[in-house]
């Protein structure tokens, strides 16, 4: 989606924000911290809560990954409010935490700022027609249009995160896989301030890609997370189990498939094939999907933003879904049945 009066990031050192330094945002923040003052990163700040908030102000984020441990000092705050206006928000939540905070973000955000949201699923900002002859976000991921109209699509960066991480305790994100992020627009938007910012998150020491068009980055993870992860969810199995029992192998071939035929709808590629996807599953490491995850630690799982929300672009795209649609409505079940428990 074009962008539309929006101004260009200053020629200044730019200062970032990260809401939700978790396993994905706290490796962002922690990086960003480490080079700040250099390359054009202003000040880095986190917003965080709890245990993990008291622990980050007390003893810094301490990042492990496979070359070593580093305790990295964060101005940490636990209001929005605390700070002043960010020239780049990154938020690093799940999908329904996001819309509760619409007005904090909008205060947080300078009139010139990007935001960069790192979700799993369709983001908020991925237009679906209205009917009206505009666009809206999916109602699964921006109830009621609050993001879409307090913040706007037009300040928004796509981001996806390829990577391995955990909070094992407060204070404390172990990467264990190290991987890369993925920024872009949706063809026609001006990419000036993608390129600033993948330069800032390179020099701070990311591997960058910078996918164009945007959507097929954001449909090839889809393509893994709409299948493997439902399916993982409704069988309590790791990834690996699924690719080696034939009936859940096939369940996720045919949500995969769907996938792609909704990928294709939008002018989207996904160039893996699904048996390779399955063959990765099957001979990678015995992973449990971020959805597995959930149900495990007894908190939400991520049902609207991933499937919901890709249910809703296919309605609107005439794009039939029966497998994603009956899975989707077997984990709202189970969640229900949670909350009821």
Not at 284 to 311: K, N, V, W, Y
Request: aromatic residues 4%; glycine residues 12%; contains cysteine.
């Amino acid at each position: 989606m074009p962008q539309t009066d929006l101004p260009p990031l200053p020629d200044r050192p730019l200062d970032i924000c990260v809401v939700g330094p978790g396993a994905i945002g706290g490796t962002i923040a922690a990086r960003l911290a480490q080079a700040q003052g250099t390359g054009g990163i202003g000040r880095v700040s986190v917003v965080a809560r709890g245990a993990h908030l008291a622990a980050i102000r007390d003893h810094g984020l301490r990042l492990g990954t496979p070359g070593g441990t580093t305790d990295v000092a964060l101005h940490a705050v636990g209001d929005p409010a605390e700070l002043p206006a960010q020239d780049v928000v990154i938020t690093a939540l799940k999908g329904h935490q996001i819309p509760p905070m619409a007005a904090a973000l909008k205060a947080l955000m300078a009139p010139h700022a990007r935001i960069l949201p790192v979700v799993n699923g369709l983001p908020w900002w991925y237009p679906l027609p209205d009917g009206k002859g505009g666009h809206r976000g999916a109602e699964e991921v921006d109830p009621g249009g609050t993001l879409w109209r307090e913040i706007g699509p037009e300040r928004a960066i796509g981001a996806i995160a390829y990577l391995g991480a955990s909070v094992p305790e407060p204070g404390v994100v172990s990467v264990e896989i190290e991987g890369y992020l993925d920024l872009g627009r949706l063809p026609g938007a001006p990419r000036e301030d993608v390129t600033r910012i993948a330069g800032l998150l390179r020099d701070a020491g990311w591997t960058i890609r910078e996918t164009e068009p945007f959507q097929n980055s954001l449909f090839s993870k889809l393509f893994s997370n709409c299948s493997l992860n439902s399916v993982a969810a409704l069988a309590r199995a790791t990834q690996k189990r699924i690719a080696t029992t034939p009936a859940l192998r096939e369940l996720a071939a045919d949500i995969m498939e769907e996938v792609r035929a909704l990928a294709t709808a939008e002018g989207a590629e996904i160039r893996m094939t699904t048996e390779k996807r399955l063959h990765h599953a099957e001979t990678g490491p015995d992973h449990a999907p971020s959805t597995l995850q959930d149900l495990r630690r007894g908190t939400p799982m991520e049902i609207e933003p991933i499937f919901g929300a890709t249910l809703a672009l296919g309605r609107s795209r005439g794009v039939p879904m029966p497998r994603l649609e009956l899975a989707t409505e077997m984990l709202r079940a189970v969640e229900d049945s949670r909350a009821l428990g």
